[in-house]
């Protein structure tokens, strides 16, 4: 069955950068668009990016534009977020999630359990 | 603040019907773009639900269902049961901010 696996979270400061990753596993990872999906504790949900399946497009929330870099490693089966610049409000449960379907009528279809990020200031 | 609004709560009885509705725009749901539907349980992540705007996944019991019509969309749940207690998103894409957009969410109390 489908797996998405993160890790990288963690608490850092202000300002400073975090790289998280998504193993995926139990499908066939090049052939499907990745989304990254944040979550505040206690809040609703929010798209942050999104990575066409083999990496030719990409395309950003405007809250993380610029500071955000969404990539991915088909022959790893790895899907990666670099934050840069980080924010308070940047603190949040992030998932990986396949994206299924063609831009821009896709569904989130399969999510990870998520990893936690804290932005201390 | 999300540009799909849903009612913050809703609540029935065990068997009821519910529904929740996910009010857009002509920039999202109004110009033609799927609205999808996730489920999430307590402290678990999402589940889709309905997908492209009346389809549910394998699993899913045909209890929920979907329907969209000019700038909304509305998620029903038949047979109310105290599983079905969870906060529920719509989704579709906006134009004018070129991204995937999220519902405000609503909680779905079984009393």
């Known amino acids: 069955q489908v797996q998405l696996v993160e890790s990288g979270g963690g608490v850092v400061q202000s300002g400073t950068s975090l790289r998280l990753s998504c193993a995926a596993s139990?499908?066939?990872?090049?052939?499907?668009?990745m989304h990254w999906v944040r979550q505040a504790p206690g809040k609703g949900l929010e798209w942050v990016a999104v990575?066409?399946?083999?990496?030719?497009?990409?395309k950003y929330a405007d809250s993380v534009k610029g500071r955000f870099t969404i990539s991915r490693d088909n022959s790893k089966n790895t899907l990666n977020l670099q934050m840069d610049s980080l924010r308070a409000e940047d603190t949040t449960v992030y998932y990986c999630?396949?994206?299924?379907?063609?831009?821009?009528?896709?569904?989130?279809?399969?999510w990870g359990q998520g990893t936690l990020v804290t932005v201390s200031s | 603040q999300s540009v799909l609004t849903q009612p913050p709560s809703v609540s029935g009885a065990p068997g009821q019907r519910v529904t929740i509705s996910c009010t857009g725009s002509s920039s999202n749901i109004g110009a033609g773009y799927d609205v999808h539907w996730y489920q999430q349980l307590p402290g678990t992540a999402p589940k889709v639900l309905i997908f492209r705007n009346t389809n549910r996944p394998s699993g899913v019991p045909d209890r929920f269902s979907g329907s969209k019509s000019g700038t909304s969309a509305s998620l029903a749940i038949t047979g109310l049961q105290a599983g079905d207690e969870a906060d529920y998103y719509c989704?579709?894409?906006?134009?004018?901010?070129?991204?995937?957009?999220f519902g405000t969410g609503t909680k779905v109390t079984v009393l």
């Open positions: 139990g499908f066939t990872f090049r052939n499907y668009g």
């Open positions: 990575i066409w399946y083999d990496g030719s497009d990409k």
């Open positions: 999630v396949t994206y299924n379907g063609h831009w821009p009528n896709g569904f989130g279809e399969s």
């Open positions: 989704q579709s894409y906006d134009s004018s901010l070129s991204g995937c957009v």
